[in-house]
């Protein structure tokens, strides 16, 4: 399977921004999805997930802010970032999981596959 995660760039804090993660080669309906982000000189920090079906999770630091929701008949999930800070600056991955704890999924290694990432600049 490859992913693609689209949608990064850059906004002023407070702006919006939707990140895209589609995938190829196989359906991800049955299938955890998950975002992560990574900022220079610091570890891949959990995002959001979505799981299978379609249960929610979020980091606390963009609880109410973000919202992870999944189309899959277009095999798309979307990351909608509103009320941006400067903080929520890095790259942003999405990977997909067999997994169906939404605690596990808060980590990096219960995912098998990862797209490229997409940049996020929020600027002050």
């Known amino acids: 399977v490859q992913l693609q995660a689209s949608g990064g760039g850059l906004v002023q804090a407070g702006g919006s921004l939707r990140l895209s993660c589609a995938a190829s080669?196989?359906?991800?309906?049955?299938?955890?999805v998950g975002w992560f982000r990574q900022a220079p000189g610091k570890e891949r920090e959990f995002v959001a997930s979505?799981?299978?079906?379609?249960?929610?999770d979020y980091a606390d630091s963009v609880e109410g802010r973000f919202t992870i929701s999944r189309d899959n008949a277009k095999n798309t999930v979307y990351l909608q970032m509103d009320s941006l800070k400067p903080g929520d600056t890095a790259v942003y991955y999405c990977?997909?999981?067999?997994?169906?704890?939404?605690?596990?999924?808060?980590?990096?290694?219960?995912?098998?596959?990862w797209g490229q990432g997409t940049l996020v600049t929020v600027s002050s």
């Open positions: 080669g196989r359906t991800f309906s049955s299938y955890a």
């Open positions: 979505v799981t299978w079906d379609d249960r929610p």
């Open positions: 990977g997909t999981s067999a997994v169906f704890s939404s605690t596990v999924l808060q980590k990096p290694n219960a995912y098998n596959y």
